[in-house]
């Protein structure tokens, strides 16, 4: 190798050697200065350089602050008022500022920014100046200067009119002065960079929406229209519908639109139209008629239609009225028009669905006696009554307590067991038919009570009691018809019927001298309710208690009465069975009918006599009648005397022919008196109604 060559070698390494000094260098120093500001820096005067992000932050961030807090005077029409910026939000941008000062001295390539750090000993870094950007609210200065305009500022006057006894009285409009926000936000900002300063605001001349111009037109107008009545004809009755100008000018209602020629608008208050109006459609209209049902005499169903109804039309008359007012014509023709609608629609009487008589069922009683002037009061107040789809009825809450005050009246009611009488006695033969109509028309049965004894005169296990307030009667309407409940009566029956809609079907039903029977009328359709009943056979038979003979001093001397018959009691169940369409749903009661004592009432001195010749033996806890021996039954009434023959002194007393089947021993042998026949069938008691023991009682 020459020794040029080997020149030329050394000083290529000697050159490769010091760039990759320079680079190993470079590298070293950008590592040491990762994160900090380079170069040259300043925002506002103040340096970034050297620091890192969070340094160069917090020292923006004081910067804000002090330019925030400084005052800012706001002049007004030569008044100053104190703020600082920083009561209306004032920021600085401070995220932007740092970033672009972290990218100083970090841009173009790297061979570059390593060419510009090998400089650096000798050449002075570019200085980068940063103009930092303020922010304000907008809406806090607007709010501001609102404040300062209800001090300083002149607000314009609109336009107004008004009737002063009957007159249009104008306000004509002015302009005003306000403040001018425009700028206010720039100047605000530009004096807290400035660390304070004085801002002063303008006022503006603002003017109104309405003009002198329009006011003097709306005068004219109104002069016009509130001049004279404005009257509406009927052709028909010659009847007049007047509008006084009085009227005219209290239901004026006076507005500008500026977006509408004219511009000033008179309207009537149709509250007026309406009020007059509604004080001579009688006269001149025909009213509409509302619908109605009517069952007639062969229990049919017959929707009586709705008729809509003329009247004069409120909106014509109205527009009619503005019309004539702003004009010289004064007069006008009344029109009408069909469309006043109903208060109950034919659509709202078909809604309720009483479509046809569902259920009905009779008893039948004696006339004439107290109880049947309670039943028929007690069926009156249950007619016409509706039951909604879904909701349940009582009879004791529909009909309430039965009172002197309201004409009910004694009649007869059990009472432990014992026949008395109570006011409003004997509605059970209500109950019991009632029940039956809802039993027979597959309605749900919520409550209902039979009763204690059994009587002949109501069906056995298909019936009811009820008594104020304790034994109620209860039903639920479960079908989406309403059910209309309408009563019947004769001097010697009752009928309840009940209408709805069972798809057609039609049962009625009645119970006379112990015998019922049932019809379908009609069989209806495949979705009509099919009720049928079972009763079981007789269970649990028991035997009437012994005899109660009981001391009565108002008969006569020797006088016996039967007061209540004797009868076994028995348990029956009771199966109802209603069939709709596929489904099938039964229910079974269980009927508990109690034995029956017999009572037999008689004269106290007879009652001595039965007791001294031992044929009865008193309770021990029964105090003995006056006269009598150990085993008299019972006691004469509270403040009566009575006074017996002495047995061993008179003769003794004659049975009466109530008790020789009784006591055969105690007749003497030569009168030789037959026993009496009983005759069949129940006693009195079963002609009077009926009421539980005190704990639940039945009427």
């Given at each position: ?246 009227e005219i000018a209290d239901a004026t209602i006076f507005s500008f639109d500026l977006d509408r020629s004219p511009s000033v608008q008179l309207t009537i208050d149709r509250r007026l139209v309406t009020r007059k109006v509604s004080a001579i459609n009688d006269q001149v209209g025909t009213p509409p008629v509302n619908a109605y049902y009517e069952i007639d005499d062969n229990d049919r169903v017959i929707i009586h239609p709705s008729e809509t109804g003329i009247g004069v039309d409120v909106d014509t008359v109205g527009d009619m009225l503005e019309t004539l007012a702003a004009g010289s014509e004064r007069q006008g023709v009344l ?182 029977r049932l019809r379908i009328l009609s069989e209806g359709g495949p979705q009509a309710r099919v009720v049928s009943a079972m009763l079981s056979e007789r269970t649990e038979e028991r035997e009437p208690p012994e005899i109660l003979y009981r001391a009565n001093p108002e008969l006569a001397p020797g006088e016996a009465e039967e007061i209540q018959t004797a009868k076994v009691g028995w348990t029956v169940k009771v199966t109802r069975t209603i069939r709709q369409g596929e489904e099938t749903d039964n229910r079974i009661w269980t009927v508990r009918y109690i034995p029956r004592q017999e009572i037999v009432e008689m004269h106290p ?95």
């Amino acid at each position: 190798m020459s020794r040029t060559s080997r020149l030329l070698l050394i000083a290529l390494i000697g050159t490769t050697a010091l760039i990759m000094a320079g680079l190993g260098s470079y590298a070293v120093w950008s590592r040491s200065h990762q994160g900090v500001v380079l170069g040259s820096v300043t925002v506002s005067g103040v340096s970034l350089a050297g620091l890192d992000r969070s340094q160069a932050e917090a020292v923006l961030s004081e910067m804000e602050s002090q330019q925030g807090e400084a005052v800012i005077e706001i002049v007004v029409n030569g008044e100053p008022s104190a703020v600082t910026a920083s009561e209306f939000g004032y920021r600085l941008n401070i995220g932007e500022l740092v970033d672009r000062a972290m990218r100083n001295e970090r841009q173009g390539s790297f061979v570059n920014r390593w060419r510009r750090w090998l400089r650096s000993p000798w050449d002075d870094p570019i200085p980068l100046v940063l103009v930092p950007v303020a922010a304000i609210d907008q809406a806090l200065v607007e709010d501001f200067v609102k404040g300062l305009d209800q001090q300083h500022g002149i607000r314009p006057v609109e336009g107004t009119l008004e009737f002063v006894n009957g007159r249009p009285v104008p306000s004509y409009p002015s302009p005003g002065w306000l403040l001018d926000s425009s700028e206010a936000d720039v100047e605000i900002k530009a004096a807290a960079l400035n660390g304070g300063g004085t801002v002063r605001l303008r006022t503006v001349l603002v003017e109104p929406d309405t003009d002198i111009e329009q006011i003097t037109a709306a005068v004219e107008t109104v002069e016009l229209w509130i001049s004279a009545p404005v009257v509406f004809k009927d052709p028909d009755t010659d009847a007049e519908l007047v509008f006084t100008a009085q009227e005219i000018a209290d239901a004026t209602i006076f507005s500008f639109d500026l977006d509408r020629s004219p511009s000033v608008q008179l309207t009537i208050d149709r509250r007026l139209v309406t009020r007059k109006v509604s004080a001579i459609n009688d006269q001149v209209g025909t009213p509409p008629v509302n619908a109605y049902y009517e069952i007639d005499d062969n229990d049919r169903v017959i929707i009586h239609p709705s008729e809509t109804g003329i009247g004069v039309d409120v909106d014509t008359v109205g527009d009619m009225l503005e019309t004539l007012a702003a004009g010289s014509e004064r007069q006008g023709v009344l029109t009408k028009v069909a469309g006043t609608q109903p208060h109950v629609t034919t659509q709202d009487i078909e809604n309720l669905g009483i479509r046809h008589l569902v259920s009905q069922y009779t008893t039948y009683h004696d006339c004439c006696a107290a109880r049947v002037t309670n039943i028929q009061l007690f069926a009156d107040r249950v007619n016409d009554a509706l039951v909604l789809p879904g909701e349940t009825f009582s009879l004791n809450r529909h009909v309430g307590e039965r009172t002197e005050e309201d004409g009910f009246v004694e009649a007869g009611t059990l009472v432990r067991g014992e026949l008395t009488d109570t006011v409003g006695g004997g509605v059970s033969q209500f109950a019991t038919t009632f029940y039956n109509a809802v039993f027979w028309g597959g309605y749900e049965d919520i409550t209902h009570k039979t009763h204690s004894f059994h009587f002949t005169r109501y069906p056995e296990g298909i019936e009811a009691t009820i008594n104020w307030p304790e034994v109620d009667l209860v039903f639920r309407n479960d079908t989406p018809s309403h059910v209309l409940i309408r009563t019947e009566y004769t001097d010697t029956s009752i009928t309840v019927k009940f209408f709805g809609d069972n798809d057609g079907r039609v049962l009625i039903g009645r119970w006379r001298d112990g015998e019922g029977r049932l019809r379908i009328l009609s069989e209806g359709g495949p979705q009509a309710r099919v009720v049928s009943a079972m009763l079981s056979e007789r269970t649990e038979e028991r035997e009437p208690p012994e005899i109660l003979y009981r001391a009565n001093p108002e008969l006569a001397p020797g006088e016996a009465e039967e007061i209540q018959t004797a009868k076994v009691g028995w348990t029956v169940k009771v199966t109802r069975t209603i069939r709709q369409g596929e489904e099938t749903d039964n229910r079974i009661w269980t009927v508990r009918y109690i034995p029956r004592q017999e009572i037999v009432e008689m004269h106290p001195c007879l009652m001595a006599y039965l007791t001294d010749t031992g044929v009865l033996t008193a309770p021990e806890d029964q105090e003995t009648a006056p006269g009598a021996g150990s085993g008299a039954v019972g006691s004469p009434a509270e403040g009566a005397e009575v006074v017996c023959p002495d047995p061993e002194e008179e003769v003794a007393p004659e049975l009466p022919e109530e008790l020789i089947d009784r006591f055969p021993e105690l007749v003497p042998e030569d009168e030789g008196q037959l026993p009496i026949e009983e005759e069949d069938g129940q006693g009195p008691i079963e002609e009077e109604e009926e009421q539980a023991p005190v704990d639940d009682g039945e009427q």
